[in-house]
Nanobody, 123 residues
Framework: QVELVESGGGLVQAGASLKLSCTVS????????MGWFRQAPGKEREFVAT????????RFADSVKGRFTISRDNAKNTLYLQMNGLKPDDTAVYYC????????????????WGQGTQVTVAS
């Protein structure tokens, strides 16, 4: 049983920063490609960022490029999403996800999901 637990969400003003964390248990974290996705009310879940097992390759959605950074600490079994310059459009539930093999941008290709953490950005 693989468990992913996100934390770090909250309510912030536009322009602020937040750092999300995702702790993984039940499987060797360093074997997993990891991703962050988000879902706003009434919208489909969308890709935010993804990172290879060793952190050597990362991809970002165009909407967050230059503002968000994805990283991981394999010794701590933890994935991070540093979010700077937050905008009201970033308001969503943020999910971390895991998969074996290479990184992907599509939610359907991920095998394991956390329960999500709410990020709300006030204007």
């Amino acid at each position: 049983q693989v468990e992913l637990v996100e934390s770090g969400g909250g309510l912030v003003q536009a322009g602020a920063s937040l750092k999300l964390s995702c702790t993984v248990s039940g499987r060797t974290f360093s074997n997993l490609a990891m991703g962050w996705f988000r879902q706003a009310p009434g919208k489909e879940r969308e890709f935010v960022a993804t990172i290879t097992w060793d952190g050597g390759s990362r991809r970002f959605a165009d909407s967050v490029k230059g503002r968000f950074t994805i990283s991981r600490d394999n010794a701590k079994n933890t994935l991070y999403l540093q979010m700077n310059g937050l905008k009201p459009d970033d308001t969503a539930v943020y999910y971390c996800a895991a998969k074996g093999g290479s990184i992907r941008n599509t939610p359907a290709e991920y095998d394991y999901w956390g329960q999500g953490t709410q990020v709300t950005v006030a204007s």
